[in-house]
């Protein structure tokens, strides 16, 4: 294991509602990545948040969110769900400069119906 | 363009026997860094094996090794004396830094199922 904590694994949410997902990012990783993962495609890239910012972001549309908060942990926000918001999420840490390390949680499979 | 092609989504081996997962690539970076991630039933995403584009030493890692072709922009990884354990999603990816960020370019992903 990782070390790289994701919460919830599982949800279901009804098209239009918000959802927050979280990441618990590795012990003294302070860059914390977002993954979106379509059913049989790879993970694509949604933002990466580095000192409480935002440093680079996906083609997402802006009802995709972030936070870091101090303590490095993440959360992914997204507004106004749509069917095909339906997912593997995923999160990644790593540490600035440290560009080939970087360590993924087990995703959150979000559902929306 | 950048991206990375896994022409090959599905392939069964025998178990103990060797296997070849092919990945071609499109990247304008002249240093970055090469990966295979697995990805078991349990969804979360294992490095396997890096290279950095750097070297001309093909990485290995005990029962993986990769075929760095860089001219080519192609980077197969071998899996020897496959076990049931390797059975999982397999993908390529690249390090693509953009702005201030670096993020993880991935293909399509091939299955991998190692049979008895």
């Known amino acids: 294991e990782t070390g790289v904590t994701q919460s919830p694994t599982h949800l279901i949410k009804t098209r239009g509602q918000q959802v927050t997902l979280r990441c618990s990012s590795q012990s003294g990783h302070n860059t914390v990545s977002w993954y979106q993962q379509a059913l049989g495609q790879g993970p694509q890239f949604i933002f990466q948040y580095y000192r409480e910012e935002e440093n680079g972001r996906g083609n997402f549309p802006p009802r995709f969110s972030g936070l870091q908060f101090p303590n490095y942990s993440s959360e992914l926000n997204v507004n106004a769900l749509e069917l095909d918001d339906s997912a593997l999420y995923l999160c990644?840490?790593?540490?600035?400069?440290?560009?080939?390390?970087?360590?993924f949680g087990q995703g959150t499979r979000l559902t929306v119906v | 363009a950048q991206t990375v092609t896994q022409s090959q989504p599905e392939m069964s081996v025998q178990e103990a026997e060797t296997v070849t997962l092919s990945c071609t690539y499109d990247t304008s970076e002249n240093n970055y860094y090469l990966f295979w991630y697995k990805q078991p039933p349990s969804r979360q995403m294992i490095l396997v094996i890096r290279?950095?584009?750097?070297?001309?030493q093909n990485a290995t890692e005990n029962r993986f090794s990769v075929n760095f072709q860089k001219a080519a922009k192609s980077f197969s990884l071998k899996i020897s004396d496959s076990q049931l354990g390797d059975t999982a999603m397999y993908f390529c990816?690249?390090?693509?830094?953009?702005?201030?960020?670096?993020?993880?370019?991935f293909g399509k992903g091939m299955k991998l199922t190692v049979n008895p």
């Open positions: 290279q950095e584009a750097y070297k001309q």
């Open positions: 990816a690249f390090i693509r830094t953009q702005g201030g960020s670096e993020k993880l370019v």
């Open positions: 990644a840490s790593s540490l600035v400069g440290r560009r080939a390390e970087a360590f």
